[in-house]
């Protein structure tokens, strides 16, 4: 099964050339009745996304396996052998990446109950519990190389407090990252664009050696998530 592939290859798998011009080939709800129009558009968007029908055909969890997949080959965050943390990994992709692509153990921590997955562990629980950071590093049977995190807080619907919530969410899996990475390790989380990021970077940029930001192809054009990515946790003094 291919992990890893050209993705940009795949994007010209959704479009025909007639005559001389390439359409899309757009495939329609068989039938609304009974759903709300957000939702309609929801699975319209979901049986036409390459991601979606990619996932399906090599065997992913979800179409958030091919942004780490990209992450990973422009910034080299999973090296063979690596110890890795998957926050709020619900229901698995990620993980399944790590694993994928080389990782000796990965644990991925959520809420939810997730499916067993070959090569990773789950823990049911808050990874801001107390708790979290010793369970983890027990599974781990050492401290990190990398934490990564592909959450998102639940939208309110109004969009000022839900992207305080969101930035929330990610200052908490930094906190979580410095605390238990080993010196050198690496941090990528999803972000979204709104202006409140700037407490979030400079605690980034002051336990960091490199901080970036990067919006993978298989992130949809419409959306406003990109992800950060910082390495080279400094050494605790």
Do not use: C
Not at 72 to 78: K, P, Q, T, V
Not at 114 to 122: Q, S, T
């Amino acid at each position: 099964m291919s992990r890893d592939g050209d993705i940009r290859r795949w994007k010209g798998k959704s479009e025909a050339t007639g005559g001389g011009k390439r359409r899309k080939l757009t495939r329609r709800v068989k039938t609304s009745r009974g759903r709300k129009i957000s939702s309609v558009r929801w699975l319209q968007r979901q049986i036409n996304d390459v991601y979606v029908q990619r996932a399906k055909a090599e065997g992913y969890r979800g179409r958030a396996a091919y942004k780490l997949i990209e992450l990973d080959e422009r910034f080299s965050l999973i090296r063979r052998g690596s110890l890795v943390v998957d926050l709020g990994a619900a229901p698995g992709g990620w993980s399944q990446v790590a694993v994928a692509r080389g990782a000796g153990r990965v644990v991925g921590i959520d809420l939810l109950e997730i499916d067993p997955l070959k090569g990773a562990e789950f823990l049911q629980m808050d990874f801001t519990d107390d708790a979290a950071p010793m369970a983890v590093r027990a599974l781990l049977q050492g401290p990190p190389d990398l934490v990564m995190s592909d959450m998102a807080a639940n939208t309110t619907g109004h969009p000022a407090t839900d992207h305080l919530r969101i930035v929330a969410l990610v200052e908490m899996a930094a906190e979580f990252a410095i605390e238990t990475l080993a010196p050198g390790g690496k941090f990528v989380a999803k972000v979204f664009q709104g202006g409140s990021e700037s407490r979030l970077l400079k605690t980034l940029k002051a336990n960091f050696g490199s901080v970036r930001h990067f919006k993978p192809d298989a992130s949809r054009a419409m959306s406003a998530e990109t992800y950060v990515i910082a390495r080279e946790l400094r050494k605790r003094t």
